[in-house]
């Protein structure tokens, strides 16, 4: 078990200095995540990795509550607060509009979160959500290794599954997504 489970198990029991202990592995988590997706991306991004995880970390331990079972749980939580997060950045940008001239989409979070073009934003959160209907695991899969930027290992680690598994989900929700979003 490691030392986030330990502490989100005693934090989830009362014990207040678990909680205490556990926030700022937390937030050190998130950065860690950030971080190392933003180490070779341009300064000019739209979206920074820092407002990202500084929301992500105020959606996940804002009110203090820690609602999650173990580390897993706390990766699909961190994955789709970050989904979220980026779903309602489009939003304010305009991206109302969608349709014709859709450009190759990147499966990286930085990179989304760097484009210009919240509709590419959009139409990405609409084709994970019917590859979830379609998939549901492959839909997992993909929000772990895309949102959280988990490598295979880690995302068959925390979903216990085993890395095989993994990338057949991640090949099949790859090509989900452009067929999804190629051309028209």
């Known amino acids: 078990m490691s030392q986030m489970t330990r502490l989100i198990e ?37 979206l920074q990795a820092t407002a990202l995880v500084h929301e992500a970390y105020l959606r996940l331990v804002g009110n203090g509550e820690i ?11 961190a994955a789709e607060a970050m989904r979220r997060i980026l779903i309602e950045h489009a939003r304010a940008k305009g991206g109302a509009q ?32 019917r590859l979830e209907q379609e998939d549901a695991d492959a839909a997992r899969v993909l929000r772990l290794r895309f949102y959280a930027g988990l490598s295979v290992e880690e995302v068959a680690k925390a979903i ?22 190629g051309p028209t």
């Open 98 to 129: 969608r349709g014709g001239g859709r450009k190759k989409l990147p499966l990286d979070v930085v990179d989304l979160a760097a484009e210009a073009d919240p509709t590419q934003i959009l139409a990405l959160d609409e084709a994970i959500s």
């Open 160 to 181: 216990g599954a085993s890395p095989r598994t993994v990338k057949r989900d991640w090949a099949y929700a790859r090509a989900f997504l452009i067929q999804a979003l």
């Open 67 to 77: 609602n999650w079972a173990n580390r897993a749980h706390f990766f699909h939580a």
């Open 10 to 46: 005693a934090a989830r029991n009362g014990d207040p200095s678990a909680a205490a202990e556990l926030l700022p592995l937390v937030y050190q988590e998130l950065r860690h995540l950030a971080r190392a997706r933003m180490a070779q991306e341009r300064a000019e991004h739209t």
